[in-house]
């Protein structure tokens, strides 16, 4: 059962779907329904929509000068807990969530489309996880995600082509005194303006999309967790402060019995 509670609590500072390949197992389908599982809604600033659209009006109507300045406003954060699977993370709360899309979990921004984050898990019953650096150093387990995001975004269309580097890897311990990793890669996608064309001067290739993925990755309960953060790369230039903020926040919690 899901239950909404607000709060007035700040966020504690510390800040897109397929599986992981091998050595990261397969995770387990997604469950639908969920036990245990709680919501919690705080105020920290974040870019809304609708207020921007009111202060731009604002604006012109009272003609104000260079002096005049307004505050951002504020949307808000929202605790997503998994008693269940053992996991807990913070989410922009005007994102909804998305069923079906084959991840444990999926939240999605309702505007911006290409900008979500879902939580993988590996299986049970076939993974023996002690720690995180099971994976190898950081910078192998960085190698490990950016190819099997290429992996998933492998197309039989002509003409497409993929750009990609990892742009970060790290470790931290968080204050449960867990170790974590985090990886941040570019993606750039290709494809031609004229796939079939028979001239190479007719197959212009042209930038389809460019998106930042970040991955936080905890071991806990014998199992491989993974919080995937998408966003296009122009989006994350604006939303950088709560997208580090929500991998902040993922924890992997013990599953009681």
């Keep these: 059962m899901a239950i909404i509670l607000d709060s007035l609590l700040p966020l504690s500072r510390p800040t897109l779907p397929a599986r992981l390949s091998t050595p990261f197992p397969p995770p387990a389908s997604c469950l639908c329904t969920r036990r245990n599982q709680s919501f919690q809604a705080f105020s920290i600033p974040r870019r809304n929509a609708m207020a921007l659209i009111l202060s731009t009006y604002i604006f012109s109507e009272v003609g104000l000068h260079d002096n005049i300045a307004f505050a ?23 994102w ?10 999926f939240f999605r921004d309702p505007y911006v489309l290409d900008e979500n984050l879902s939580v993988e898990l590996s299986s049970p019953s076939s993974s023996r996880y002690k720690t995180v650096e099971d994976l190898g150093p950081p910078e192998e387990a960085g190698k490990k995600v950016l190819k099997q995001y290429l992996t998933e975004f492998m197309s039989t269309r002509l003409g497409v082509r993929r750009e990609s580097n990892i742009l970060s890897t790290s470790s931290r311990v968080a204050d449960d005194g ?27 290739p042209r930038l389809e999309w460019n998106r930042r993925y970040l991955s936080v ?27 580090r903020q929500v991998m902040d926040s993922f924890r992997v919690n013990k599953v009681a019995g």
Excluded: C
Aim: hydrophobic share 35%; aromatic share 12%.
């Design 178 to 204: 867990k170790l974590y990793y985090e990886v941040e890669v570019n993606i750039k996608s290709y494809a031609n303006t004229n796939e079939l064309a028979v001239m190479p001067q007719d197959r212009v």
């Design 96 to 105: 909804i969530q998305v069923r079906g899309a084959g991840a444990d979990i």
């Design 217 to 243: 990755l905890g071991v806990e309960n014998n199992r491989l967790y993974e919080l995937r953060l998408q966003t296009p790369e122009s989006v994350f230039v604006e939303e950088e402060n709560d997208l």
């Design 72 to 94: 951002e406003p504020s949307v808000g954060f929202r605790e997503y807990i998994d008693t269940f699977d053992g996991y807990s993370l913070k989410y922009p709360q005007n």
